[in-house]
């Protein structure tokens, strides 16, 4: 099985069939970390499809100093972003279901404890989705995919230090939402 690098050297070689196999690699986890970070599964595809094209275009820039993958998903956070900032739609628990396929496992749990146990699933999704785009990526990052401080600085252009901080704010960011919404849910029970 052939390594990134030696991939990369074949597709800059005119191997297209190279970066097909660089594609079928690294397609999976790519994509359902940007489900996680954009909400969508829709969106997801087209973001990955459009950084696996953008990283076919730049592939000649690629220097190595990071592993390929940390630098496809640098491009695919810089295409979410630049299509999150162009619709700022929001959109409902519903269509958020709807459009994600997130379903319920069947967990031989009782129909009221899957759904209160939805209800909370969708709440968090709910809350990591209003944080801010830097904030979503560290969360997902970190606490979803389980990268590295050092994989997550490389992948936003940041020092250790700051990452570190930055999640530490993400993480009580998200505290205060979901204690929000569970304060309101208890009121309004």
Known sequence: MNDDADLITETLAGNRAAFGALVRRHQGRLFNTLVHVVGSREDAEDIAQEAFVQAFMKLGSFRGHSAFYTWLYRIAFNVAVSRRRRKRAEVSMEVHRERTGFEPAETGEEPEERLQREEQLEQVRGAIGRLTDEHRAMIV??????????????????????????????????????????QTEHRNS
Request: aromatic share 4%; with cysteine.
């Open 141 to 182: 990052l970190r606490d979803i995919e389980g990268c590295r401080y050092e994989m997550i600085a490389e992948i936003l252009e940041l020092p250790v230090g700051t990452v570190r901080s930055r999640l530490h704010r993400a993480r009580l960011q998200l505290r205060e939402a979901l204690k929000e919404l569970f």
